[in-house]
């Protein structure tokens, strides 16, 4: 399974980056978040099964998969900070920005 769409918004007044995820069907058990040098990995499994009766007959459908999603985090994001819900099949991550990103240093050669 792939991830179905993936959004990426920045509130430069609340200094607040949202990335919303579309995972359809899915609980917040089956979904994985992880930070780790500067990316976040969404990651989990599907096991989405549905009986219903058609034409007379019992109709099972089961989706199996697993998905994985990288993304670069913005520079300056406070990662202790990082907060994520999911509602209605739409994960949305929260990124709280530290202030301005810092200005390019230049080093003088010696």
């Known amino acids: ?6 959004d990426l918004h920045e509130d430069k007044e609340k200094n607040v980056v949202t990335a919303t995820f579309e995972l359809p069907g899915l609980q917040k058990e089956d979904v994985q978040l992880d930070v780790h040098d500067g990316r976040l990995t969404v990651s989990g499994e599907t096991k989405i099964s549905e009986d219903h009766e ?6 099972r459908e089961r989706r199996f998969g697993k998905f994985s999603r990288t993304l670069q985090l913005p520079v300056g994001v406070k990662e202790e900070e990082i907060k994520a819900s999911l509602e209605h099949g739409v994960l949305t991550v929260t990124f709280p920005k530290t202030g301005k990103q810092a200005e390019p240093k230049k080093i003088t050669i010696s």
């Open 1 to 6: 399974m792939t991830l179905n769409r993936m």
């Open 54 to 59: 058609q034409g007379g007959y019992a109709v």
